[in-house]
């Protein structure tokens, strides 16, 4: 499915806090009143080669498009989009990721923390030059909570809403039915009101029909053409700041190949990969004049995920997921007999991390390990014992249920990920061994049999934000879908109702050291059902031109990613290099910025969201 993020994007999907910012410690949340300055130094100026006039930065990426609209985009692709598009509440620091303002300068609780009150910033205003007000963000929080359309993406961040209002312009005041620790990492684009206001039927509506779109982001959306381009030129009026390019590309390319050789001729300035340069990849960019691959800690994870039977929020059950993987037994067979070294060694090469729980080690407030009786490591022979208490015996050498039916799988491959592909074999063989057959079916668009239920298997992955709280939300039931077919926040439709007791009680806690524990209760819980496993968490491994890029900004700052950052710092610092224009012609010689590789541990406590956004993983990273 695709990888959210937020969403997404990802992110919706899409679609993360610290101490306060992290969202737990909502006390330090009234730190939000942190000066909202500019985190990343001065204020950016407006760059424009000498040459032409205008300089533009294009981005190549594998990654189509889900929708244009906040309310519904799941996949990175699209909640990174929003992420320029649109204003938050808050952001998070480049830095530590701790929350910092956004389009509000400060928020604060009551006593009870039932009630929070943001002061909006008076110095933002819409593309079109009507000013952003808090009414805009009560309506945006309204729509969310009173249309189910409306909902799609980010619908977990106000399920506990009780009231929103705007008293003035400059204050909104959300009022709780019980304790949420996200309210410093509420990942929703905020709208303008007099736009979105005219919309009718939202799930139809793919905010793609009139451009310029207007915002109140760093960037305006311009102009899209589906699986093309998105194009979008810089907001002058941006309250951080404008951003230093003038007009910011981002270019499909299905073909991953062809992406990384449109980088070598200068015809684009950076490729993300699909959502990673391949080890190939990366050897055959290295030692290339101007071109700089940046490496660091993802904040992505790789997984295998079950089709544990699709089905509806009110128990309607669809799709022709086969039965044997309701088994727990069969479920954990299958992951125990993955051999996460050799996928680690032999198809990312060392350029990710062994997986264990559902969080990556980058967040690691919330990261946790299997204990050693728990772990569902490489153990072929344990895995043919527990198919055989299954009742799934060997006859000759083919895996048999009760009804006389060979035992064979499929599992849904992304046509544009090669390490799919490339897992696909291993697990073909692995699998065969134990008398599992299994199909490998790659498409360019997953999305279509992952809603309708019709699927065994899938490579799945999200990108996780620095709150978790949207990455855990795809697991309950109330992200089911209302009717079979429909998109939902859902990953796999998995529903346990002690699995929800556990999320609702995450949200509830402002405690950090006490959410994380919960969190941690989670993860386990999601090992041992077998539903999915975390094979690897994937370094970002990306590219650009230095004579094209002379500065970007990584997040984390000492060693991340740029490509799909919890925020909007990578495209809005990128400064141009001098004496040339970044527009897809090429541009003549500079040198960029050395990103070092370093290992940095990021505070988070507890809060926000992941998700990023909220997206799913259908396409290749929801956010």
Known sequence: MVERVPPPSAQPRSRLRVLLASGAAALALAAGSVVPGMPLGAAPQQAQAADSGKSTLTVAVAQSVDSLSPFLAQKLMSTSITRLMYDFLTNYDPKDNHAIPGLATKWEPSADKLTWTYTIRPDSKWSDGQQATAEDAAWTFNKMMTDEAAAQANGNFVANFKKVTAPSPTQLVIELKEPQATMAALDVPIVPKHVWEKVGDFSKFNNDKAFPIVGNGPFVVTDYKVDQYVKLKANKDFWRGRPKFDELVFKTYKDQDAAVAALRKGEVSFVAGSPALTPAQAASLKGEKNIKINEGPGRRFFALATNPGAQTKDGKKFGNGNKALLDQKVRQALFLSVDRKTI????????????????????????????????????????????????????????????????????????????????????????????????????????????????????????????????????????????????????????????????????????????????????????????????????????????????????????????????????????????????????????????????????????????????????????
């Open 344 to 623: 680690i060694d032999k198809v990312f090469q060392g350029h990710a991390v062994e997986g264990q729980g559902y969080i990556p080690p980058r967040f690691s407030a919330y990261h946790w390990q299997p204990t050693a009786e728990q772990s569902l490591a490489y153990d072929p022979a344990k895995a043919a014992k527990l198919l055989d208490e299954a009742g799934y015996g060997l006859k000759g050498d083919q895996r048999v249920g009760k009804d006389g039916k060979p035992l064979d799988l499929r599992i849904l491959c992304h046509a544009t990920d090669p390490n799919d592909k490339a897992i696909g074999k291993y697990l073909k063989e692995w699998w065969g061994k134990l008398g599992i057959g299994l199909k490998v079916d790659c498409l360019d668009n997953v999305s279509v049999p992952w809603y309708a239920g019709e699927y065994d298997l899938a490579f799945d992955g999200w990108s996780v934000n620095p709150d978790p709280d949207f990455v855990l939300g795809i697991h309950t039931c109330a992200a089911l879908p209302a009717k079979a077919k429909d998109s939902a926040t859902t990953d796999n439709f998995i529903c346990d109702k002690k699995y929800d007791e556990l999320y609702k009680k995450q949200l509830a806690e402002y405690d950090p050291a006490k959410r994380a524990g919960i969190v941690n209760e989670m993860q386990s819980w999601l090992y041992d059902s077998g539903y999915m496993s975390v094979i690897a968490y994937p370094n970002a491994v990306e590219a650009y031109r230095t004579d094209q890029i002379k500065s970007i900004t990584t997040m984390p700052e000492a060693a991340g990613n740029i490509y799909g950052q919890d925020g909007y710092w990578s495209w809005w610092s990128a400064a141009p290099a001098s004496g040339g224009s970044s527009d897809s012609s090429g541009g003549s010689g500079s040198t960029g910025v050395v990103i070092g590789i370093i290992v940095v541990v990021v505070v988070l406590a507890g809060g926000g969201l992941f998700i990023a956004k909220r997206r799913r993983n259908t396409a290749d990273d929801r956010e």
